[in-house]
Nanobody
Framework: QVRLVESGGGLVQPGGSLRLTCRTS????????MNWYRQAPGKEREYVAG????????TYADSVKGRFTVSRDNAENAVFLQMNSLKPEDTATYYC????????????WGQGTQVTVSS
């Protein structure tokens, strides 16, 4: 059974930091590209950051460049999102996403973790 479980969300003041973790099981983690998405109330889900299966290629949304860092640990089957200098507009539910681009249908989502940036 495929599982992606996010943790680390919470309430933080503007300028603060949080580290999100997505722990996975039920699939060959090292074969999958891993991504973070977010969805704010009333808005569409948007891409935040992601990295390839080997971690060699990393991309970020323009809105988070220089503030967020995505990383993975293939030994732990986990992906992380370090979020610094948080802004109120970063408030959203953050979702972990796994995709194997070479296997049709290999596309999995976590349940999300809430991040609220407010004073």
């Amino acid at each position: 059974q495929v599982r992606l479980v996010e943790s680390g969300g919470g309430l933080v003041q503007p300028g603060g930091s949080l580290r999100l973790t997505c722990r996975t099981s039920g699939f060959t983690f090292s074969r999958f590209s891993m991504n973070w998405y977010r969805q704010a109330p009333g808005k569409e889900r948007e891409y935040v950051a992601g990295l390839t299966s080997d971690g060699e290629s990393i991309t970020y949304a323009d809105s988070v460049k220089g503030r967020f860092t995505v990383s993975r640990d293939n030994a732990e089957n986990a992906v992380f999102l370090q979020m610094n200098s948080l802004k109120p507009e970063d408030t959203a539910t953050y979702y972990c996403h796994a995709r194997d681009y070479f296997t049709p249908g290999a596309n999995y989502w976590g349940q999300g973790t809430q991040v609220t940036v407010s004073s």
